[in-house]
């Protein structure tokens, strides 16, 4: 998916601490979700169609990604 980034709003969690190994999110035309890391933010970015984003954050929200 090729999507134009150059005027997106990018924003970091509210628990985010300065210094920290964070990403940063923006909402982006026709729906789609950019994701980037902050200490590097004219690297790459995954852009996620909104259902893929969903499938995502539930994940996140139910454990899968929990170190055991």
Avoid: H
């Avoid at 190994?21 to 996620?48: M, W």
């Amino acid at each position: 998916m090729n999507v134009d980034l150059t005027g997106a709003r990018w924003f970091k969690s509210s628990r985010s601490e300065s210094g920290s190994q964070c990403v940063e999110v923006a909402f982006l035309d026709a729906g789609v979700i950019g994701v980037r890391d902050s200490k590097n933010p004219t690297g790459p970015a995954l852009v996620f169609t909104p259902g893929e984003w969903d499938a995502f954050t539930a994940s996140l929200v139910d454990g899968a990604f929990n170190r055991k």
